[in-house]
Every structure is written in C-alpha cells, then in structure tokens.
C-alpha cells in the first residue's frame, strides 16, 4: 500500500488511473501464488481490510485521500518510491481492479433487530424504533426520520441495549438512555401477532418539553385520532376535516385510544396511547395546522404554554409510565384501530379454568363473540381497586 501523506493526487499513467511517485508503507498482505496465471482470468486476493483500516489510521488522514496498491513479487521495503514505470516495463502491467461493496446505511452505532413473521424492527440504543418493515408487505418500510426523530423517538442520546426477555411467545429488547431525559424503553413482539408494544418510562424530574416522536414512511398523511367524546379528521373543516378555520388552536390535538395515520396507497399506522393526553401533528403551531408532515409527537410533560402557566417541574414527580402500540394496516379502519388499542390497553391475564370437565379452545381468546366487525362490545367494571376486585 503506498501513499504516505498524500500531498498530491495522482497523476494520470498510460491508462488514465495512476500514478505521479508515492512511498509505500510497510503493510502488507501476502497472496499466495496460484499454480498458473492466465492472462484474462480474474484472480481475487485475500483480504485487504488491514490496508484500508492502516490507511484509515494514519494521523494526518483526511475525507477524500487516495490509496494505492501496489502488487509485486518478494518483499516491499518502506518508504520505497514506485512510480509506473517500475511495473510497465515488460509489456502490460497486471490491473488490480478493487470492489468494494457499500453496507446498508445503520442508523444508530449500535442496534437490536427482533423478527418476526410480520416485522424487523430495528431499536437503537436510545430507545427509538430506527427501520419498521413490515414483510407481509413487501418488506415496506414503515419507520422515516424527519428532523432526526424515527419512531417513538424522545431524542438523540447514547444508551445500552439488552435482550430482556427471548421466549417462545415474545421477545422483548430493552433500551437505557440518559438524555434528554433518563429514560427506560422496553419493545416487544408477539408470536403470531401484528402489534408492537413500546413502553417507556422516564425516570427523572424534568421541566423542559419532552415529546415522543413518531415519523412515518407515508406520502399525504391522513390522520384520525380520538377526542373527547368523539374520532375525528385532523383537517380544517374546508379541507374535509373537522377543526374550525379560525378560532382554533392547532398545536397541541386531544390523544385519547388511538391516532392513526394513512397514506397514498391506502397503507398506514395506528398507534395506541395508553398513558399521554395530547399530540402535535409534526410543525404545527398556535395557528397552524401542518397535514403534510408524516410524523406525530406526542407529549410526554412540559409547559408548552409558556413557562409562567402550567405546574412547574412536574409537582416534583420522577417517575412516569408512557406506553404505546403500533400496527400497520391496508385501508384505515376504525373500528379496528379502536380494537388494537383496547387490545393493548386492556391485556390479557391469564388464570386457570376449573370445573368437572374443563376445556378451552385453543383457538378462542374470547368469552363471546360479534359477527358485525363494526361493533365494538365493552363491559364496565364496578370498581377500580384491582383486577382482584
């Protein structure tokens, strides 16, 4: 490998491609003769990484040096000058033709990749879903960054990774970050199920405005979300929505169950809120509403008001549970988007059947049934004490 300090770029030789007079240095790699060599026949060398990664190392290395190398018989001394010349007398010199094959971009130094039959999701050490693809689809990529934030995304910030839980059932990932705030994520996939589980928990005091942010990969974003009392269009009203033209405030939207976000093509995202109260669709402000934007931030505390309304530094509080589910769907349904989030709100527990011949189809994972897929059936509890209860 030659180019020591590469003051100047190549000059051009008989093909175009090489070469003014460089020194070597002293890497090498030893290529192992073949039994023959015949003119025209590709021949690959051993890997050369360590050559790149010396170059790479050198101290006066800078963004668009230029390598070389140099392949010649016996040893190569350091620091010996080779100019074209050296390798042209004879007749043609050999070419060394270098491929070199780039990786798939990664979008955080460090990651986890759960899979399943449905999904890839992709979670970087800070907690934040970087790659959604959903392979039922294509392998379509779900998850966008937009101002740096992907998915379930509360900023930039180093952290740690672990597989808390691998099982038969479902597989959980667990990210530690410390900033913007610290905060705890865990993500888990189901066997056989097309929801993602996100829970985070925030495990200081903060007063700042904090925001998870979901970016998503969808063209003209049609957003649906539960307000009080009602599923509505997050449009002005003349553009087939329901917010008023004037006399509205944009910024922050009420976030009950569910938001939903459908594309061009009919394809798109529910995301479930079990624990927050508002969101901001993308830049929106005081007195606009961005529908263009394919992300969503929800709030996860802060004054967003102005520093002088609102409850100062969270009534001293240091612990706050914030979870979330996610799942891709072809054509917005609602009705079926309120039934993930009553899915992802309202668990499962499971407990032992007793009787003289008890027996529970394995296929059945309800006490009744609804033949009309809009209808949604809901019982309410007496009391809130606890499941015991």
């Excluded at 672990?162 to 913007?180: D, F, I, K, R």
């Excluded at 705890?184 to 985070?200: A, F, G, H, L, Q």
């Excluded at 004054?303 to 799942?327: E, L």
Aim: proline content about 5%; some cysteine.
């Amino acid at each position: 490998m030659y180019d020591v300090s590469d003051t100047a770029p190549f000059v051009s030789g008989p093909f175009g491609d090489l070469l003014g007079h460089h020194a070597t240095w002293p890497q090498t790699v030893a290529w192992a003769e073949p039994n023959t060599w015949t003119a025209g026949t590709e021949h690959v060398t051993p890997d050369l990484t360590s050559l790149v990664q010396a170059f790479i190392d050198r101290p006066d290395y800078a963004p668009g040096n230029h390598i070389g190398f140099v392949i010649t018989e016996g040893t190569i001394a350091a620091g010996r000058y080779y100019g074209w010349e050296d390798f042209a007398a004879g007749g043609v010199a050999p070419t060394l033709t270098i491929e070199y094959v780039e990786p798939s971009p990664r979008t955080d130094s460090d990651s986890l990749v759960m899979e399943s039959d449905i999904y890839r999701v992709t979670v970087s050490t800070r907690g934040a879903i970087t790659s959604l693809i959903d392979k039922t689809r294509g392998d379509r990529e779900f998850a966008r960054s937009i101002g740096g934030y992907y998915l379930n995304d509360l900023g930039p910030s180093t952290g740690s990774l672990t597989v808390e839980e691998a099982g038969p059932v479902s597989v959980t990932v667990c990210a530690t970050a410390a900033l913007p705030v610290a905060h705890v994520t865990r993500v888990t996939m189901y066997r056989d199920s097309d929801r993602i589980e996100i829970s985070n928990e925030i495990a200081e005091n903060f007063d700042s405005v904090q925001q998870w942010r979901f970016g998503f990969e969808l063209e003209a974003p049609d957003v649906w979300h539960e307000e009080v009392g009602a599923i509505i269009r997050a449009k002005l009203a003349g553009s087939g929505g329901r917010y008023a033209e004037s006399g509205a405030r944009y910024d922050w939207l009420t976030l009950n169950h569910f938001a939903d976000m459908t594309g061009v093509g009919n394809m798109g995202v529910t995301l479930s809120n079990a624990d927050c109260y508002f969101m901001r669709l993308s830049n929106s402000s005081a007195g606009l509403l961005d529908t263009t934007t394919p992300q969503i931030s929800i709030l996860a505390g802060g004054r967003v008001v102005s520093s002088g309304h609102g409850i100062p530094a969270q009534g001293g509080d240091d612990h706050f549970t914030q979870r979330f589910a996610i799942r891709t769907h072809d054509q917005y349904d609602q009705p079926a988007a309120m039934r993930l989030s009553l899915e992802h709100q309202n668990p499962f527990v499971a407990g032992s059947i007793r009787g003289t011949n008890p027996q529970l189809d394995g296929a059945t994972y309800s006490a009744m049934t609804v033949s009309d897929p809009d209808v949604l059936f809901g019982a309410l509890k007496p009391a809130e004490e606890g499941i015991e209860e």
